[in-house]
C-alpha cells in the first residue's frame, strides 16, 4: 500500500494509519538519528516479539517512513533507517515524548526509559518537555 492510497480525509486518521501500530511509533523513535538492524531493535523493545517486531517493519517499510537495506552477506545482514518522509515525523515523537514526559511527572514518577530524549544535545535539558525543565531547575 502507498501513502496516497490511504483511504483516509482525516489527517488524525491518515497519522494514526501510518504510526498507530502497536510498536511503530517505537521503532520510529529509536530510528530517528541513527541505522539499526533488526537484533539492535529487539534489544531496544524487548515486549515486542519477533514476529510483531517484523510485522510492523514491513508495514513501516510499505507505507514509506523507512528503508530496509540487506546486504548479500553470511549472515544475513538487514538494516533499517528513516526515509525523508519517515524524518518529517520527528516533530510529532518529540512532541509525544514530552507529552508523556509531562504525564510521567504528573503521576509523581520520573522518566526512565531507554528511549532517551533526542531534543538533548551534549547533554543539554530539552527545554520543551517535562523532564528538560525539571534537569534545568537542578542545573539552576
Not at 496516497?4 to 529509536?30: E, M, N, Q, S
Not at 507529552?99 to 522518566?111: C, L, N, P, S, T
Request: glycine fraction near 6%; charged fraction near 25%.
Amino acid at each position: 500500500m502507498q501513502n496516497r492510497d490511504l483511504p483516509y480525509d482525516c489527517p488524525v486518521d491518515a497519522t494514526l494509519a501510518l504510526i498507530g501500530g502497536k510498536y511503530k511509533a517505537l521503532i520510529l523513535w529509536h530510528l530517528i538519528d541513527r541505522t539499526l538492524r533488526f537484533g539492535e531493535l529487539r534489544r531496544l523493545i524487548p515486549q515486542a516479539t519477533p514476529k510483531m517486531l517484523t510485522q510492523q517493519l514491513r508495514e513501516l517499510e510499505q507505507h514509506r517512513l523507512i528503508d530496509r537495506t540487506v546486504y548479500p552477506v553470511v549472515p544475513p545482514k538487514v538494516e533499517y533507517t528513516l526515509t525523508e518522509f519517515g524524518k518529517s515525523i520527528r516533530p510529532i515523537l518529540f512532541v509525544m515524548y514530552d507529552w508523556g514526559a509531562d504525564y510521567i511527572h504528573q503521576q509523581g514518577r520520573e522518566v526512565n526509559c531507554s528511549m532517551g530524549n533526542p531534543h538533548l544535545e551534549a547533554d543539554a535539558p530539552c527545554v520543551g518537555c517535562h523532564a528538560g525543565k525539571a534537569a534545568a531547575e537542578k542545573q539552576a
